[in-house]
């Protein structure tokens, strides 16, 4: 259990984030969302719970990262974990690609947690604490019209090889996490239809869809995510690559396709 403990999950608001957030509050965690202002967040703040804070915070920006763990630092005292979430995965072809779609993923993908682990580690040292990381099995095996956001999230692998070491002095554990693809994202809510649909032709063609397997629910995952966070001090999980179980079944990617398409035939 995780009595007492304290955290920050980033993209805390919906999808698997508010998943970790309910999962770690049942836990009896003390737990801080962070997410860019919303009605889902605001639906997070309305709760009367005394071990919950929801916190406005475009991971984005540094200065907004600073004042949100100091906030959450002024509400807890402490922190006693980081679980870097939060990410956008738009499928597009990098030569169509807008600067605004290739800023809004480095931003939030690799440059949001950069931030938040900046702001974190004083904090993280007093406790001995850890650094959670959420990454994604395009890095693995990358996806066509997802070749930007595998990019990220390759750097965001190494950013978490190379601080396992620079703080393993400190007494912070820095674990990585390679997520498989989970059912009930709404990381899709606001993709292009008709690049939604070549991009998921695409994947059936090449063997992406069959590799990627059925969808992992968000419990699951959060189980996984907590089983780190539950070790004893005394050992870490370097890496870890957590995937569905099931094969892809002929309904799988309907999970993920928004409404205005349809599935590949």
């Known amino acids: 259990m995780l009595n007492g403990k304290v955290g920050i999950v980033t993209g805390g608001s919906r999808g698997l984030g508010l998943q970790l957030v309910e999962s770690l509050l049942a836990q009896g965690a003390r737990v801080a969302a962070l997410a860019r202002p919303s009605a889902d ?3 997070l703040a309305a709760r009367e719970n005394a071990n919950l804070a929801a916190i406005p915070c475009d991971i984005r920006d540094s200065a907004q ?11 807890f005292g402490r922190l006693d974990f980081l679980i870097n979430n939060a990410a956008i995965f738009h499928p597009f072809k990098l030569e169509d690609s807008t600067p605004e779609q290739v800023q809004l993923h480095v931003g939030i993908n690799l440059l949001g947690p ?9 904090h993280l040292r007093a406790t001995r604490g850890q650094i959670l990381s959420i990454s994604s099995e395009s890095v693995r095996m990358p996806f066509p019209y ?3 956001y595998a990019a990220t999230k390759g750097g965001l692998e190494v950013l978490s090889a190379a601080l ?3 703080l393993r002095e400190d007494g912070i554990r820095v674990t990585l996490l390679r997520s498989g693809s989970i059912s009930g994202s709404t990381g899709n809510k606001d993709w292009d239809p008709a690049v939604a649909e070549k991009f998921f032709a695409t994947i059936v063609r090449t063997g992406h869809a069959a590799f990627t397997g059925d969808f992992a629910t968000p419990e699951s995952m959060a189980k996984a995510v907590i089983s780190v966070l539950n070790l004893p001090s005394d050992v870490n999980v ?3 690559e957590v995937r569905a179980a099931k094969a892809a079944g002929p309904d799988s990617l309907a999970k993920v396709i928004p409404p205005a398409t349809s599935p590949p035939a």
């Open 41 to 43: 967040l605001d639906a």
């Open 65 to 75: 990262v600073d004042a949100a763990v100091a906030a959450v630092i002024q509400r």
């Open 114 to 122: 950069i931030w938040c682990i900046r702001a974190a580690i004083p």
């Open 146 to 148: 997802l070749s930007l």
């Open 164 to 166: 396992r070491e620079e």
């Open 238 to 240: 370097d890496f870890l």
